[in-house]
């Protein structure tokens, strides 16, 4: 399970779709590209993948994905490992996350987010899922007040 930066987990688990955190319950076309929405794992997401964020801070173990021409609350940009050594501190780990997926969002775009309605953040592994090995944080642009986004964000700055 993961955790949204800045968001504080709450009693419960957001499961969307059925899915588990490696189910992937979308249909792709040839390009990976989502055509048909559905419930997609956390350890699923791919880069360019569109979301729809949980309405209630809590913990993450799927997400509803969506074909992008579909309003949406966020696009995954892809995954980083995150580069925090030794015990798990959530403090360290969310910002440690939160830093580099600011880097991989300007890549993504094509350009700096600095300025525009658009902010990276990230999905960050819990401590339990720390742990047992899981350092990856998935990647995610947002609009700076979580509204809906249209379209393929990739690019879109350059």
């Known amino acids: ?29 040839d390009n990976g590209e989502i055509v048909e929405g559905g419930g997609l794992g956390v350890m699923a997401i791919q880069s360019g993948d ?3 964020l949980p309405s209630e801070e809590q913990e993450i173990q799927s997400l509803e994905a969506v074909n992008c021409d579909v309003g949406h609350t966020a696009q995954s940009t892809g995954t980083v490992t995150v580069a925090h050594t030794g015990p798990y501190d959530d403090y360290a780990v969310a910002t440690q996350a939160e830093r580099q ?8 775009a094509g350009g700096s987010l600095a300025g525009t309605e658009y902010t990276s953040t ?22 700076w007040d979580y509204g809906m986004i249209t379209g393929d964000l990739e690019g879109r700055f350059s």
């Open 1 to 29: 399970m993961r955790k949204l930066v800045g968001a504080a987990a709450v009693a419960g688990v957001a499961i969307f779709g059925g899915a588990g955190a490696f189910d992937d319950n979308t249909t792709r076309n």
């Open 50 to 52: 569109c979301l729809q």
């Open 101 to 108: 997926c600011a880097v991989l969002a300007d890549t993504f």
């Open 122 to 143: 990230s999905l960050y592994p819990l401590e339990a899922g720390w742990n047992a090995g899981d350092k990856e944080a998935n990647c995610l642009i947002v609009r």
